[in-house]
């Protein structure tokens, strides 16, 4: 299994959701070797093996095949070497310019320069910024390299997000082994229409190359099918799950607070919404000037929200925490009466089923992958800053249907397991491996 990160240094939903399939898989009988760009020591390997990609060196698997191979492998795989920061990727420009760079050598120079690394390692951050392109391609290296090492040891070749694409491809080029890519978001989600065309490519390219394409909703699906011209028949869903909880709710600390709070959690983008939160609680504080909304997150759209609080005048009744995981989000979610995710295009949404696990109301957009799956959850359409003020004010103020959302809610997330969703992405394994037959 090829992913980005895993707990507990997580930038984000994937890691989570890698941690929690890792562990259904382990419940039903599947082991796993998660491969990662950069692990620190610190990992819960109780459900998987952890190999770190930085501490691989670079096997010559080119050397020991005919040319026809290697150029299967590069018309599947182009490196591009990006020296900008990439905050979140880049734009069409900067991608215009490395174009006219790489036509300039061959495929064959390509490779050359490449090659000259084999028997050495990289040493990779494993996080978003300034080389993450650089170290995409530096990854499907290391992918070559570790299948062939451990082509005894598994069955299957999981790659998530587009972030491993290239790497599964390289690992199914050099074993043989059954592909098959987790889509948990799509460039389209991430950008809207204005989407980033090598990131796209690279998500396009990995989906034709895998088997079996597993999304996280049957809104993913749609968009894999329709605008990635992916065979539908080889698309299938599973929807994410969530880790349970062993605390209970009053087990955390909440400094006493006695007014209502109401929380957004998540990255501060445009995928997500932050600006309709700040818009409906402007609205809200109309009436009940008590309440207390917080944004959990970092994100590009942050100082612009800063921004509006301010012009809004809603500063003492807004605060921002920042980047929050682990223990710190449970304790946030303890201290909090309503969660709300506005997302203008969410794949799934795991943070609603970390709220209600704590006994959170929720209001969601009917955008998001998770509303699929969740009844006891107010739903409204992510632009529609009324009906989000009104389903935020009526769980603040009418007790009753508060408690009705918290005690359904709870019962329903509880049964939304990775146990169950893993089950599932084991049959997936077994189909692609039958495939392969």
């Given at each position: 299994?090829?992913g980005?990160?895993?707990?507990?240094?997580?930038?984000g939903?994937?890691?989570?959701?890698?941690y929690?399939?890792?562990?259904?898989?382990a419940y039903?009988?599947?082991?796993?070797?998660?491969?990662m760009?950069?692990?620190s020591?610190?990992?819960?390997e109780s459900?998987?093996k952890?190999?770190?990609?930085?501490?691989?060196?670079?096997?010559?698997v080119?050397g020991k095949t005919?040319?026809?191979?290697?150029?299967?492998?590069?018309?599947?795989?182009s490196?591009?070497?990006?020296?900008?920061?990439?905050?979140?990727?880049i734009?069409?420009?900067m991608?215009?310019?490395?174009v006219?760079?790489?036509?300039?050598y061959?495929?064959?120079?390509?490779?050359?320069?490449?090659?000259?690394?084999?028997?050495?390692?990289?040493k990779?951050?494993?996080?978003y910024?300034?080389?993450?392109m650089?170290?995409?391609?530096?990854y499907?290296l290391?992918?070559?390299?570790?299948?062939?090492?451990?082509?005894d040891?598994?069955?299957?070749?999981?790659?998530?997000d587009?972030?491993?694409?290239s790497a599964?491809?390289?690992?199914?080029?050099?074993?043989g082994?059954?592909?098959?890519?987790?889509?948990?978001?799509?460039?389209?989600?991430?950008?809207?229409?204005?989407?980033?065309?090598?990131?796209y490519s690279?998500?396009?390219?990995?989906m034709?190359a895998?088997?079996?394409?597993?999304?996280?909703?049957?809104?993913?699906r749609?968009?894999?099918?329709?605008?990635?011209g992916?065979?539908?028949?080889?698309v299938i869903?599973?929807?994410?799950?969530?880790?349970?909880?062993?605390k209970?709710?009053?087990?955390?600390?909440?400094c006493?607070?006695?007014?209502?709070?109401?929380?957004f959690?998540?990255?501060i983008t445009?995928?997500?919404?932050?600006?309709?939160?700040?818009?409906?609680?402007h609205?809200i504080l109309?009436?009940?000037?008590?309440i207390h909304?917080?944004?959990?997150?970092t994100?590009d759209?942050l100082?612009k929200m800063?921004?509006?609080?301010a012009?809004?005048?809603?500063g003492?009744?807004?605060?921002?925490?920042?980047?929050?995981?682990?223990n710190?989000?449970?304790?946030?979610?303890?201290?909090?009466d309503?969660?709300v995710?506005?997302?203008?295009?969410?794949?799934f949404g795991?943070?609603?089923l970390?709220?209600?696990r704590?006994?959170?109301?929720c209001v969601?957009?009917?955008q998001?992958?998770?509303s699929?799956?969740l009844e006891?959850?107010?739903?409204?359409?992510?632009?529609?800053?009324?009906?989000?003020?009104?389903?935020i004010?009526?769980?603040?103020h009418?007790?009753?249907l508060?408690?009705?959302?918290?005690k359904?809610?709870?019962?329903?997330?509880?049964?939304?397991?990775w146990?169950?969703a893993?089950?599932?992405?084991?049959?997936?394994?077994?189909?692609?491996?039958?495939?392969?037959?």
């Open positions: 299994m090829f980005w990160e895993f707990p507990p240094h997580i930038a939903g994937l890691g989570t959701a890698c929690g399939m890792t562990k259904g898989l039903n009988d599947v082991d796993v070797l998660f491969v760009p950069s692990a020591g610190d990992e819960d459900a998987v952890i190999i770190n990609a930085s501490d691989i060196s670079v096997a010559d080119w005919d040319i026809s191979r290697l150029e299967s492998f590069l018309n599947n795989v490196f591009f070497k990006v020296s900008s920061g990439l905050v979140p990727y734009d069409p420009e991608f215009s310019s490395m006219e760079r790489q036509e300039k061959s495929r064959y120079e390509e490779y050359e320069q490449f090659k000259i690394h084999y028997g050495g390692k990289y990779f951050s494993g996080k910024g300034a080389n993450l650089e170290e995409v391609s530096r499907a290391i992918g070559s390299s570790l299948a062939l090492e451990h082509k040891e598994f069955d299957v070749i999981h790659a998530h587009w972030l491993t694409y599964g491809i390289a690992a199914k080029e050099t074993t082994k059954p592909l098959v890519v987790h889509m948990h978001a799509t460039e389209f989600d991430r950008s809207g229409e204005n989407i980033n065309t090598l990131v690279i998500e396009r390219r990995g034709e895998a088997d079996i394409v597993i999304t996280v909703s049957d809104l993913t749609k968009i894999v099918v329709e605008k990635y992916i065979n539908p028949d080889k869903t599973v929807h994410n799950a969530v880790e349970p909880n062993d209970k709710r009053s087990e955390y600390e909440t006493g607070l006695k007014n209502k709070v109401v929380t959690l998540g990255r445009y995928q997500k919404g932050p600006e309709y939160f700040v818009e409906a609680a609205k109309q009436y009940d000037p008590t909304f917080v944004m959990a997150g994100g759209l100082p800063i921004r509006r609080v012009q809004l005048k809603m003492a009744n807004f605060p921002f925490t920042g980047f929050l995981k682990g710190d989000v449970d304790q946030m979610f303890a201290m909090s309503v969660f995710m506005p997302s203008i295009s969410e794949p795991i943070v609603p970390e709220a209600m704590l006994d959170v109301p969601i957009s009917k998001s992958g998770v699929e799956v006891n959850v107010l739903k409204v359409d992510f632009w529609d800053i009324n009906g989000l003020a009104d389903s004010y009526g769980l603040c009418y007790p009753k508060s408690e009705h959302f918290k359904a809610g709870k019962e329903e997330v509880d049964n939304l397991k146990e169950f893993s089950k599932k992405i084991k049959d997936v394994y077994e189909k692609a491996i039958n495939l392969k037959k």
